[in-house]
């Protein structure tokens, strides 16, 4: 159980284009799912929060109009890299915390690799 | 804000020998404490969690300990296994909030 799953696990995209990631739990509803930021060798970063039917809470320093996010049912959020850059090239990561758990409980997904050319 | 330090950063044993990676936080109020283990080009893989209300908990070789009067936990992991190799990663919640703090990642290898 607990199955958090992301799509694409990888995209390369051309400088400029807006590319979309979905972050899906598959066996539980998440009332909360959160976005991280991975850099080679580096923790995790916290990108955002974001809460189902709300808009979602983002970390200091990240530019909410260039990384939208959306969580649109108990499932199902995605984020979207805008005009995205070369420094934008990153592996992003998902989470969700099950609604039912009682504990602050992330469940993570396998990542995306983006590549911006 | 909570601050997270994990050591060490790199740690390497024999096969079938114990490991031990140390984190330490500032915030008395988290009560919330996950381990992670991230292999490589994969997500972060929940491995074991400890509330502040226990000192100690265990699943087969792995185990969490912790000191919430010194604010540090750590992870023990014993008769390592090179499918042990991985960057481990501890965090803390975020007291009030339900974000966690990561600390900087261990990346531990077995030599067979």
């Known amino acids: 159980g607990a199955v958090v799953s992301q799509h694409p696990s990888w995209v390369i995209c051309k400088s400029g284009t807006s590319v979309k990631i979905e972050c899906r739990s598959l066996?539980?509803?998440?009332?909360?799912m959160f976005w991280y930021r991975q850099f080679p060798k580096q923790s995790l970063m916290l990108m955002a929060t974001?809460?189902?039917?709300?808009?979602?809470?983002?970390e200091q320093g990240v530019e909410k109009d260039k990384f939208l996010i959306n969580h649109a049912s108990l499932t199902l959020s995605t984020l979207t890299v805008t005009s995205a850059h070369p420094e934008d090239s990153s592996f992003y990561i998902c989470?969700?915390?099950?609604?039912?758990?009682?504990?602050?409980?992330?469940?993570f997904g396998p990542g995306t690799r983006l590549t911006v050319t | 804000g909570e601050n997270v330090e994990q050591h060490p950063s790199t740690l390497s044993v024999q096969e079938g020998d114990s490991a031990v990676i140390k984190c330490t936080y500032s915030d008395s109020a988290s009560n919330y404490f996950p381990w992670y283990k991230q292999e490589l080009g994969k997500g972060p893989q929940l491995i074991i969690d400890?509330?502040?209300?226990?000192g100690e908990k265990k699943d087969q070789r792995i185990a969490v300990t912790l000191n919430k009067t010194a604010k540090h936990f750590s992870l023990h992991i014993t008769e390592t296994q090179p499918e042990d190799s991985a960057v481990y990663f501890c965090?803390?919640?975020?007291?009030?909030?339900?974000?966690?703090?990561f600390g900087t990642g261990t990346l531990l290898a077995v030599q067979p």
């Open positions: 989470s969700a915390e099950p609604g039912t758990s009682g504990r602050r409980v992330q469940y």
């Open positions: 974001s809460n189902e039917g709300s808009k979602a809470t983002y």
């Open positions: 066996d539980f509803q998440a009332t909360t």
């Open positions: 400890i509330r502040s209300n226990v």
């Open positions: 965090a803390v919640d975020g007291g009030a909030t339900n974000k966690l703090i």
